[in-house]
T-cell receptor, first 113, second 111 residues
């Protein structure tokens, strides 16, 4: 069966510090991968998605970037965090196709202070 | 375009029913429904693909109207475990890669 791992679960970082969040998927090949952000009490905002190694589509211009160095690995990064980067970051995977059901990791709660 | 959900929030007593609506100004290719419990990740509930389709999952069911511009989620005889935020989702592009989630509906079921 497929599983998705996301870490760390919580993170507290000072403003201006770098960020690296990692997500890996097991049990499937060539998944679509996604990064979402959710502000407290708000909806899900798609940040990046990838349909293959090295292929990244950005949805929202910001100081975040994403990379997919391996088929089942997706990394979210920032060189300098802003206060507004605080939130709940969720990685998701799907097999694509017309249904494209997305399965989410447990999430990382990021607090930028 | 982000789908609009209504109501924004609803409070129920255990055993009561609720309906959550998801609407769009344009016809949708499909509608996904997810539930997110507090502090957890969203979990997929069901997907509707065809106009007029109805689908059930335990005491939670959903419908997709003929024009494919509205979907409703029905929660029957609600249980405490139904509490959470419900999101509908639809594809932003014809490539079926980008899922746009609705505004969300918070549901609280009390004893």
């Amino acid at each position: 069966s497929q599983t998705i791992h996301q870490w760390p679960a919580t993170l507290v970082q000072p403003v201006g510090s770098p960020l690296s969040l990692e997500c890996t998927v097991e049990g499937t090949s060539n998944p679509n991968l996604y990064w979402y952000r959710q502000a407290a009490g708000r909806g899900l905002q798609l940040l990046f998605y990838s349909v293959g190694i090295g292929q990244i589509s950005s949805e929202v211009p910001q100081n975040l970037s994403a990379s997919r160095p391996q088929d089942r690995q997706f990394i979210l990064s920032s060189k300098k965090l802003l206060l507004s980067d605080s939130g709940f970051y969720l990685c998701a995977w799907s097999v694509g196709g017309a249904k494209n059901i997305q399965y989410f990791g447990a999430g990382t709660r990021l607090s930028v202070l | 375009q982000q789908p609009v959900q209504s109501p924004q929030a609803v409070i129920l007593r255990e055993g009561e029913d609720a309906v959550i609506n998801c609407s769009s100004s344009k016809a949708l290719y499909s509608v996904h429904w997810y539930r997110q419990k507090h502090g957890e990740a969203p979990v997929f509930l069901m997907i509707l693909l065809k106009g007029g389709e109805q689908k059930g999952h335990d005491k939670i069911s959903a419908s997709f109207n003929e024009k494919k511009q509205q979907s409703s989620l029905y929660l029957t005889a609600s249980q405490l475990s139904y509490s959470g935020t419900y999101f509908c989702g639809t594809f932003k592009n014809t490539g079926f890669q980008k899922l746009v989630f609705g505004t969300g509906t918070r549901l609280l079921v009390s004893p």
